[in-house]
């Protein structure tokens, strides 16, 4: 086998066929008792081949046993260096320890590019075990371990079943209700087979900014159409009106009466028009570095008349206090008023009404502005289209502030939502990424 192996085994084979051939030969001659010497002697040495192999075997056996257990700590004694056989064993041993090693480090590295990719990978087998699961799909089902499909109960009671009945090449979206608000995910599965093991891979994405950008893009487009067919329309109808008074002067007849109301109709609908306009035209953020205290301190200061006549207390909390904003800082100012004044009139006339900011780093180093108040929470159905342009519930509203408000925030790479709103407060969550 082996150097030593070998020699041993040439010098004891050498050894069997040498007593045999002389046990032979004294057995021929007559030598009986010689004859027995030297088949007491080839039985030995083919004992001690036997034990050799046994040996051998033993030393192979255990070696392929701890491999097969991930014990790579043993090693063989090799105090002979001519010993070639435990040598050799060793080195087969250093090689499965480097081959182990390279493929222990490609698994780093698939998974450090896994936990670096944009979608969520949850990949489990067929009783729900979860195999290997990324950073970003912890983040999207807001769990911060996962190692069975049920306990994705703690995101919603319809993920664990969802989990189960996705096909393979299927493709599924849903809305989910969490903490932060509102979260639209898509699902697909695929199937892949390992070591004899059918294993599933779903992948996970937020479609919820794909959602918003169409959604406002379908919007903007039908707001276009809309106010430059009005204005068409309006603006002959305003110079006409303008030609007749200068005309006719002021009179006091029906004709006056009429021209002077269709003049005054067309100026308040062209101005309607043009608060639509801004939707369709706002300009590409600015941005610059700002402190968030001193600008959140400026945007409490523009209504503190207002706060203190309806006894309504404001603060602000920010963690880190010296927490830095890159954005265009008249944007994201009108975002706010627009959000403050909602909650300024969502408080009303209740007594004890507070107003706050909160801001603070999350883990991916986003930077979270929090805008809460003790008003009259917001009913789930209003909650649900008060991002839509043109929806309002104020008699003199435009239905626009919260929609220019998101796309100002979708400009800026950011998002707007409603965290939550119940009888004890209504928060708004800004996110800047």
């Given at each position: 086998?082996?150097?030593?192996?070998t020699?041993?085994?040439?010098v004891?084979l050498?050894?069997?066929?040498a007593?045999?051939?002389?046990?032979?030969?004294?057995?021929?001659?007559?030598?009986?008792?010689?004859?027995?010497?030297?088949?007491?002697?080839?039985?030995?040495?083919?004992?001690?081949?036997?034990?050799?192999?046994?040996s051998?075997?033993r030393k192979?056996?255990?070696?392929?046993?701890?491999?097969?257990?991930?014990?790579?700590?043993?090693?063989?004694?090799?105090?002979?260096?001519?010993?070639?056989?435990?040598?050799?064993?060793?080195?087969?041993?250093?090689?499965?320890?480097?081959?182990r090693?390279e493929?222990m480090?490609?698994?780093?590295?698939?998974?450090?590019?896994?936990?670096?990719?944009?979608?969520?990978?949850?990949?489990?087998?067929?009783?729900?075990?979860?195999?290997?699961?990324?950073k970003?799909?912890?983040?999207?089902?807001?769990?911060?371990?996962?190692?069975?499909v049920?306990q994705?109960?703690?995101t919603?009671?319809?993920?664990?079943?969802?989990?189960?009945?996705?096909?393979?090449?299927e493709?599924?979206?849903?809305?989910?209700?969490?903490?932060?608000?509102?979260?639209?995910?898509?699902?697909?599965a695929?199937?892949?087979t390992?070591?004899?093991?059918?294993?599933?891979i779903?992948?996970?994405?937020?479609?919820?900014?794909?959602?918003?950008?169409?959604e406002?893009?379908?919007?903007?487009?039908?707001?276009?159409?809309?106010?430059h067919?009005?204005m068409?329309?309006?603006?002959?109808?305003?110079?006409?009106?303008?030609?007749?008074?200068?005309?006719?002067?002021?009179?006091?007849?029906?004709?006056?009466?009429g021209?002077?109301?269709?003049?005054?109709?067309?100026?308040?609908?062209?101005?309607?028009v043009?608060?639509?306009?801004?939707?369709?035209?706002i300009?590409?953020?600015?941005?610059?570095?700002?402190?968030?205290?001193p600008?959140?301190?400026?945007?409490?200061?523009?209504?503190?008349?207002?706060?203190?006549?309806?006894?309504?207390?404001?603060?602000?909390?920010?963690?880190?206090?010296?927490?830095?904003?890159h954005?265009?800082?008249?944007?994201?100012?009108?975002?706010?008023?627009?959000?403050?004044?909602?909650?300024?009139?969502?408080?009303?006339?209740?007594?004890?009404?507070?107003?706050?900011?909160?801001?603070?780093?999350?883990e991916?180093?986003?930077?979270?502005?929090?805008?809460?108040?003790?008003?009259?929470?917001?009913?789930a159905?209003?909650?649900?289209?008060?991002?839509?342009?043109?929806?309002?519930?104020k008699?003199?509203?435009?239905?626009?502030?919260?929609?220019?408000?998101?796309?100002?925030m979708?400009?800026?790479?950011?998002?707007?939502?409603?965290?939550h709103?119940?009888?004890?407060?209504?928060?708004?969550?800004?996110?800047?990424?």
């Amino acid at each position: 086998m082996f150097r030593i192996t070998t020699l041993k085994l040439i010098v004891l084979l050498a050894g069997i066929i040498a007593a045999a051939t002389a046990g032979m030969w004294c057995f021929l001659q007559g030598h009986v008792f010689y004859a027995i010497l030297c088949m007491l002697a080839a039985i030995v040495l083919v004992g001690s081949i036997v034990r050799l192999f046994r040996s051998g075997t033993r030393k192979i056996s255990f070696l392929f046993n701890a491999i097969e257990n991930g014990d790579y700590s043993f090693r063989f004694t090799s105090s002979d260096p001519k010993d070639r056989f435990n040598l050799m064993l060793n080195y087969i041993k250093e090689l499965l320890v480097k081959a182990r090693d390279e493929v222990m480090e490609k698994e780093r590295y698939y998974e450090r590019i896994l936990n670096h990719v944009d979608t969520g990978i949850v990949v489990l087998n067929e009783k729900g075990n979860i195999y290997q699961v990324n950073k970003r799909a912890l983040e999207l089902l807001r769990l911060s371990v996962l190692t069975h499909v049920n306990q994705l109960q703690r995101t919603s009671d319809r993920l664990p079943d969802l989990f189960a009945a996705l096909e393979t090449g299927e493709s599924r979206s849903i809305r989910i209700n969490t903490n932060d608000g509102d979260i639209y995910l898509s699902f697909q599965a695929s199937e892949m087979t390992l070591h004899d093991k059918k294993f599933r891979i779903i992948a996970i994405n937020d479609i919820e900014h794909e959602i918003d950008e169409n959604e406002i893009e379908s919007w903007i487009n039908l707001t276009r159409v809309l106010t430059h067919e009005i204005m068409n329309s309006i603006t002959p109808i305003t110079s006409l009106s303008d030609t007749l008074l200068h005309i006719h002067g002021s009179r006091e007849d029906d004709l006056g009466r009429g021209l002077e109301t269709i003049h005054g109709t067309t100026k308040s609908l062209t101005s309607f028009v043009s608060s639509y306009r801004k939707f369709t035209h706002i300009a590409a953020p600015c941005r610059t570095l700002f402190y968030l205290r001193p600008f959140l301190e400026k945007i409490l200061l523009l209504f503190s008349r207002e706060l203190e006549n309806k006894g309504i207390s404001s603060r602000i909390e920010l963690s880190p206090d010296d927490l830095i904003l890159h954005a265009d800082e008249n944007q994201i100012s009108q975002v706010l008023v627009n959000l403050l004044k909602n909650g300024i009139a969502a408080i009303g006339e209740r007594e004890a009404g507070r107003i706050w900011f909160r801001a603070y780093c999350d883990e991916a180093e986003n930077i979270l502005i929090e805008i809460g108040n003790n008003g009259e929470p917001i009913p789930a159905p209003i909650a649900e289209q008060m991002f839509i342009p043109f929806f309002t519930t104020k008699t003199d509203g435009s239905g626009i502030g919260l929609s220019i408000s998101r796309r100002i925030m979708r400009m800026h790479d950011g998002s707007i939502k409603l965290k939550h709103s119940n009888e004890r407060e209504t928060i708004f969550l800004l996110t800047f990424k």
